[in-house]
């Protein structure tokens, strides 16, 4: 099977702009989730989807939103971007079943630059 | 949220053992798992244990569980220089319905 897929895998932003990140999950998995990576806080959980809804969100400003479609392929939109948001940016995708074990399995991740 | 402590930084020479810790706080956790991450990389994951158990073994990797201490061990035989990567532990806490994870630990392996 393909792995987790994100793109781009890089990219530079000036603040105030937006940003839309992607992410395409292994396929047959339903959950997708999004990390903030950065050298400072680690890794920071900001929401994860399940068929499509919002399952769980972390400690993050509404200017972090995101969504997923019927494919199970995911996007994460950034806006007003500031200084602080450049970080790397990891999608994990999992079965996402109701079982216990959901091990996730992650992407290369987006490396976001705001100057 | 919770807390996923581990070491920051460990150096070990080419053929020894090398052994991360880690602690956690979620006494809920069901899973707790061990990821490998390279430069550049995402997260890889390497291997996970079920909270009832204390040991689980997968080639040159070693869990352990202490389930009463909240402490996590991942230890890596015969370490190659391959192995250099930053070392995260997580948990997938229950009460909080979301992943978890350490700090992260930098190994450096000396050839």
């Known amino acids: 099977k393909a792995g987790v897929t994100q793109t781009p895998r890089y990219l530079i932003k000036t603040r105030g702009q937006q940003v839309t990140l992607s992410c395409s999950p292994i396929?047959?998995?339903?959950?997708v989730s999004w990390y903030q990576q950065t050298p400072g806080q680690g890794l920071q959980f900001l929401f994860e989807?399940?068929?499509?809804?919002?399952?769980n969100k972390g400690n993050f400003p509404g200017r972090f939103s995101g969504r997923q479609f019927s494919n199970s392929r995911s996007e994460m939109n950034v806006s007003t971007l500031e200084l602080g948001d450049s970080a790397l940016y990891l999608c994990?995708?999992?079965?996402?079943?109701?079982?216990?074990?959901?091990?996730?399995?992650f992407g290369p991740g987006t490396r976001l630059t705001v100057t | 949220g919770e807390d996923v402590e581990q070491s920051l930084f460990l150096s070990v020479r080419e053929g020894d053992s090398s052994v991360i810790n880690c602690t956690y706080t979620?006494?809920?956790?069901?899973?707790l798992y061990w990821y490998k991450q390279e430069p550049g990389a995402g997260l890889q994951l390497l291997t996970y244990?079920?909270?009832?158990?204390d040991m689980k073994q997968d080639q040159r990797l070693t869990v352990l569980l202490n389930k009463k201490d909240k402490h996590l061990s991942l230890r890596i035989a015969d370490t190659q220089t391959g192995d250099s990567a930053i070392y995260f532990c997580?948990?997938?806490?229950?009460?909080?319905?979301?992943?978890?994870f350490g700090t992260g630990t930098s190994l450096t392996v000396i050839p």
């Open positions: 994990a995708s999992s079965p996402g079943t109701s079982g216990l074990n959901n091990e996730q399995y």
């Open positions: 396929s047959g998995h339903r959950s």
């Open positions: 989807y399940f068929s499509e809804t919002q399952r």
């Open positions: 979620d006494s809920s956790s069901t899973y």
């Open positions: 244990i079920f909270s009832n158990m």
């Open positions: 997580a948990e997938f806490s229950r009460t909080g319905n979301q992943f978890y």
